[in-house]
């Protein structure tokens, strides 16, 4: 997902507790904001580096999604009026689903691996 930060914040990745900036994929948690590739890091220490086979083709799902969202916001910026708005539109459709995708993740991992993440 790749929400704006209000005007004037900067988000820390919990993880790392480096700053997120613009064009970096990253992912809310419950815990809050981290760098995506933190959080992959952190998904496999909470496995112990086994990562089950649902787990990875869900975390490859978002993957997918969280750098089709950075595309289109570079793409929101190279062109404007009615093509702007509708990119704007269908990034928000794929941070919806990117949403989604976390939740039932985190779901997943919880009730069938007892990890949470
Ligand atoms: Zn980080």
């Known amino acids: ?21 613009e064009g970096q994929r ?3 948690t419950s815990r809050g904001p981290i760098h995506w590739g933190c959080f992959r890091v952190e998904v496999a220490n909470a496995f112990n580096n086994r990562i089950p086979e649902d787990i990875e083709v869900l975390l490859e ?3 997918y999604l969280n750098e089709g969202i950075v595309k289109i916001k570079e793409g929101e910026y190279r062109v404007n ?5 509708s990119l704007i539109n269908r990034r928000k459709m794929l941070e919806a689903e990117a949403a ?18």
């Open 81 to 85: 009026g009615d093509l702007q708005q």
């Open 61 to 63: 799902l978002v993957d």
């Open 100 to 117: 989604k995708l976390m939740k039932e993740l985190s779901t997943l991992a919880q009730s069938k691996y007892n990890v949470a993440i």
């Open 26 to 28: 990253f992912t809310f």
């Open 1 to 21: 997902m790749s929400i704006k930060p209000a005007q004037g914040r900067t988000w820390k990745c919990y993880f790392c507790g480096s700053e997120i900036v």
